[in-house]
């Protein structure tokens, strides 16, 4: 069978699933018939609960860090081709926009080994970090919702989370029993710059286990087809198409105080990579098999034990007129045993073992990249918290690893190096009034370099960049300090957060100024020469967002909502470049909004300021404007059977020739021109 032939097979089975009329038969059930007693309070609400942040359950103003939350409706207006395109208009969040199908979230300046992206708390097992051409396998429509974690992660996730977190809450592996033997979702889109067309389902539900307990269950399929968009200038960007497709099955069986659970996915992308030369299309697959069981009250004094496992088989295949020039292999392991505590000497928390092994080869061209690598590690982490006063709490943190990674370097001697990173942090959560909450972090963190920052030897075609690692790198460290405040007065809300992080011996690929050949001879003029090099940075800014309720109107409530962000990034030793590169400018941005149970709308827009603090050998880039309009209506016909929403959104309505600071091809790519879509979305 044809990949294209299973596609619509399976979209067809989801739909029948959706018309048939074996339907009525779960519809009949007492939906609260079937609720499993036993409520996991790791998995409640899913709006109220933070997973990223700490492994106790937390509402985000409860975690000295700043947290940001999509729900469900969120994502859907802020659709975009990639999880860091959706996140575009959350305050110090935005992407490498590389091409329409590769664009990785990038964090107050920072993404690919700092900037760790998640799915339901485990690593995406990709390439991406390696580049900025590699895509993230996970479509936004498959989340539930979205978190992203401003400030270090490490504590949790490792030195690849330093500069923060991005997860995409799926639900693949059920967390809780729906309550309802059939429930189900359908969104379909149309945008027309690129003819955009996206399709998700998704349907869960629960049985019975005859006398051993319950199941739930979950199956999600996407289909996103897209051409090349056209810029404002009104050409078409080449190499900007997206072909995905996407499909996943689990079930968990949930049993007295435990739970198991197994989820496979199947990831599929073809997409176009933006080329001066030749046009050059990634064909990527992967395979995603994802195991977790929890036991609540094993013994005396643990309240929770929760094991979270991830293996994953990766290729992409690079080609050019339609020959496969490159190929990357990825297979990769991610496991997290997690036992939560009651109070000792006070202090509740949990202590976590994760361990990560990671066999990366690539052949073709890719293999005059870097060469085979192997990287392993192992952690022990805990966290800690503690009550000082009624409203004042403590949380402490510390992280111990070793890490290995096998690679041969450019001299071409096999080398095995190991690292051992440590970190620790203290947090205060102040709560002076019900209404306001302060979290204050100081944390010492430490990463161990990547196989491409210690092992890089050779050309790099999708940057046209020649790249050559330093295996004498040793950990990075990374001194931080954050401070974040919410709060409300009458109807105004008030979100802000402001940090500094001092980093020993950062590292970073420094364009050199000097064009190569593909052998690395300076008489050549066809890539940039690239070294990682490390140097001593200091990294500060912040974010602020402030909402306020306006007045009442037909029903309705007609608010504002104004935002501002900004990094400032330069390097303290070495060197004549005092600026670190691809740093994020800064931007700020209002909206209006409306919302009222039948209709609701935005309208605003964000700017993005020309970034003054390049670095050397960097090209520079304009401010612009993004003007974008975003309305939704609730049908009010069906609504007690197949509740359905209308949505149009406007983007870039000043059709600007924007180009993004932090792209590694900025200077050949520019952002999509004036486009609108529409959507249709209903539930069941």
């Known amino acids: 069978m044809q990949r294209h032939d299973a596609r619509l097979l399976l979209q067809l089975c989801a739909f029948l699933a959706l018309v048939l009329p074996a339907a009525p038969g779960f519809a009949d059930e007492d939906p609260d018939e079937h609720a499993h007693e036993h409520e996991h309070e790791e998995h409640g609400p899913t709006e109220e609960i933070v997973i990223t942040a700490s492994p106790l359950a937390h509402r985000a103003e409860e975690l000295a ?153 979950h199956f999600d399929s996407l ?75 094993p013994a005396s004094g643990i309240r929770r034990i929760t094991f979270r496992g991830v293996y994953s088989d990766y290729t992409h295949d690079e080609k050019a007129d339609g020959m496969v020039g490159q190929t990357f292999d990825n297979e990769e392991f991610d ?114 370099p990547s196989q491409v920052e210690l092992f890089a030897s050779g050309p790099h075609e999708a940057t046209g960049t020649f790249e050559i690692g330093d295996d004498d790198f040793d950990e990075e460290t990374s001194y931080t300090g954050e401070l974040r405040v919410t709060g409300q007065v009458d109807r105004v809300s008030i979100e802000a957060a402001t940090f500094i992080t001092h980093y020993d011996d950062f590292i970073y690929g420094r364009l050199t100024g000097v064009t190569v050949d593909e052998d690395g001879d300076p008489a050549g003029d066809e890539l940039d020469q690239l070294f990682y090099t490390a140097r001593n940075a200091l990294f500060y800014g912040g974010e602020a967002r402030v909402g306020i309720e306006l007045f009442e109107l037909c029903g309705g409530v007609v608010g504002a909502v104004s935002q501002f962000d900004f990094v400032r990034a330069r390097f303290t030793s070495g060197g004549n470049d005092k600026n670190v590169p691809r740093i994020t400018p800064i931007r700020w941005g209002s909206s209006l909004t409306y919302e009222h149970e039948r209709v609701s709308g935005r309208f605003g827009f964000l700017r993005t300021e020309k970034q003054r603090h390049g670095s050397d050998n960097e090209f520079e880039t304009r401010g612009f404007w993004m003007l974008d309009l975003d309305t939704r209506y609730r049908l009010p016909v069906f609504e007690e059977v197949v509740p359905l929403e209308l949505a149009m959104s406007a983007r870039n309505l000043l059709n600007q020739q924007a180009r993004n600071a932090v792209s590694f091809n900025k200077d050949e790519v520019r952002l999509p021109g004036r486009s609108f879509l529409f959507s249709i979305h209903g539930r069941f």
């Not at 889109?189 to 199941?215: I, S």
């Not at 990173?421 to 010492?444: E, K, Q, T």
Request: aromatic share 8%; no cysteine.
């Open 65 to 217: 860090l700043p947290v940001d939350q999509l729900d469900r409706t969120e994502i859907l207006q802020d659709l975009g081709t990639t999880i860091g395109n959706t996140l575009r208009n959350v305050p110090g969040v935005t992407s490498t926009g590389f091409a329409g199908g590769a664009s990785r979230p990038v964090i107050r300046g920072q993404d690919a080994f700092r900037t760790e992206v998640l799915e339901s708390g485990l690593s995406t097992h990709d390439v991406s970090r390696l580049s900025p051409d590699h895509a993230v396998p996970v479509n936004p429509l498959a989340a539930q919702y979205l978190e992203v974690v401003r400030g270090p992660g490490v504590l949790r996730y490792g030195g690849g989370a330093s500069a923060g977190v991005v997860n995409a809450i799926t639900n693949r592996v059920p967390g809780r029993l729906p309550g309802t033997r059939f429930t189900g979702e359908v969104v379909g889109m149309y945008g027309e710059n690129a003819d955009e067309r996206d399709l998700a389902v998704r349907l869960e539900g629960d049985m019975e286990a005859a006398d051993y307990g319950e199941v739930a269950w």
């Open 223 to 297: 289909l996103r087809k897209s051409d090349d968009y056209k810029t404002g200038t009104g050409a078409t960007q080449q190499g900007t198409d997206t072909d995905t497709f996407s499909a996943s099955g689990g079930a968990a069986w949930f049993y007295g105080p435990a739970r198991v659970g197994f989820a496979y996915t199947r990831f599929e992308s073809d997409y176009g990579i933006p080329e001066a030369d030749e046009p050059v299309q990634i064909d990527m697959h992967t395979d995603r098999y994802r195991f977790e069981g929890d036991w609540d009250a």
């Open 335 to 448: 496991g997290r045993l997690e036992l939560v505590h009651d109070g000792i000497l006070g202090f509740a928390g949990a202590v976590g073992l994760h361990g990560r092994a990671q066999d990366f080869k690539a052949e073709g061209e890719a293999a005059e990249f870097l060469d085979p690598s192997d990287t392993e590690s192992i952690a022990l982490y805990l966290f800690e918290e503690r009550e000082l006063t009624d409203s004042l709490d403590l949380e402490l943190g510390f992280r111990t690893e070793g890490v290995w990674v096998d690679g041969r370097p450019i001299s071409g001697r096999k080398r095995n190096r190991s690292f051992a990173p440590v970190s620790g942090s203290v947090g205060l959560v102040a709560n002076p009034d019900p209404a306001w909450s302060i979290g204050a972090l100081v944390l010492v963190g430490q990463r161990a």
